[in-house]
């Protein structure tokens, strides 16, 4: 039995077969549309999600499955004082796989030690989210058609911006990859990215201020948003939480075929007169965040079709 915590749980090999899995899952639904039949997902999410909640249910249902779960702390036992590892043990009852977003920083991880069922991280505080990251590189694949030879602008909060950390760590096994980190001082990358990933990796790596003079040597341009809930007073948040807006007149800056990504939600980092821009890939990446679920769920329950194995 295998879990996903954390994007390199997953080797290079592995990663390419589940985005192959995900292209095809999006050319023939039907072939996929009964494959999970009688199993259950468990969606258990301890902290506030749109995306990653009801694509992952989207992605059991689409399989032919079905979804039991909550939502939030307060509707499940948590707010009793129940521990992560004996809720693992009770859903581990009623489910065959199970997705955790949970607001501190490993409890995937715990959870794992004592689930009989795959558990997959949807996020873990501000440290990883790795089915955001099998997101971002099937639309970067599938959209640039490579994830060799990119350089990326990743903006905004990047402290404590999970989907970046987790970037980050599973570009870094891709070759002549170039990391542009864009952020003000105080949202700066954190040093366990920055040290133990990018200068002991030997990356080409710089870390800048200024959105409109990174922009012109970029390939993809990934935006996010300040966390507001991870700060720890309002004032600073304020004061940070307009520092990037991408608009059509930083859009002059970019190359005619740079790709902009976003996790979202989108607060104001991306103003919506670029949604109309062709290099706008935000929304199409919410789509493939549902192929590539359905092609993770299937892979963790050994249900991928012999011809795709
Ligand atoms: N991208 C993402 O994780 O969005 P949600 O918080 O809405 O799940």
């Given at each position: 039995m295998r879990h996903l915590?954390?994007?390199?749980?997953?080797s290079v090999e592995e990663i390419s077969n589940l985005l192959d899995l995900a292209n095809d899952i999006e050319r023939n639904p039907d072939k996929y549309s009964?494959?999970?039949?009688g199993k259950k997902l468990a969606s258990l999410f301890y902290e506030p999600s749109t995306r990653t909640r009801l694509s992952f249910e989207a992605a059991m249902i689409n399989l032919g499955g079905s979804v039991i779960g909550f939502s939030s702390a307060s509707s499940s036992s948590a707010a009793k004082g129940e521990s992560v590892s004996d809720t693992i043990r009770m859903i581990s009852c009623y489910a065959d796989i199970c997705a955790m977003r949970h607001p501190k920083e490993g409890a995937p991880m715990v959870a794992s030690l004592k689930s009989s069922i795959p558990v997959i991280n949807a996020g873990d505080g501000g440290h990883q989210h790795p089915t955001q990251t099998l997101t971002d590189l099937l639309t970067i694949r599938s959209l640039k058609?490579?994830?060799?030879?990119i350089t990326i602008g990743l903006c905004g909060d990047?402290?404590?911006?999970r989907t970046v950390h987790s970037l980050i760590n599973a570009l870094?096994?891709?070759?002549?990859i170039k990391f542009v980190l864009i952020s003000p001082a105080e949202l700066r990358i954190p040093s366990y990215i920055r040290e133990d990933v990018l200068e002991k990796g030997g990356f080409d790596f710089e870390e800048v201020t200024d959105l409109e003079v990174a922009m012109?040597?970029?390939d993809v341009l990934y935006m996010t948003r300040?966390?507001?809930?991870?700060?720890?007073n309002e004032e600073d948040y304020i004061r940070m939480k307009d520092c990037y807006i991408l608009d059509n007149e930083k859009m002059k800056?970019?190359?005619?075929d740079m790709l902009v990504l976003h996790p979202?939600?989108?607060?104001?980092?991306?103003?919506?007169?670029?949604?109309?821009?062709?290099?706008?890939?935000y929304f199409k990446q919410v789509q493939y965040g549902v192929y590539v679920r359905m092609a993770l769920i299937l892979t963790l329950l050994n249900l991928v079709p012999e011809d795709m194995k």
């Open positions: 915590l954390n994007p390199l749980d997953f009964k494959l999970c039949e058609g490579r994830l060799d030879n990047l402290k404590f911006g870094a096994r891709y070759k002549n012109p040597q970029l300040v966390q507001r809930e991870r700060f720890f800056f970019a190359k005619d979202l939600p989108r607060v104001n980092e991306i103003s919506v007169e670029v949604d109309d821009d062709p290099r706008a890939g």
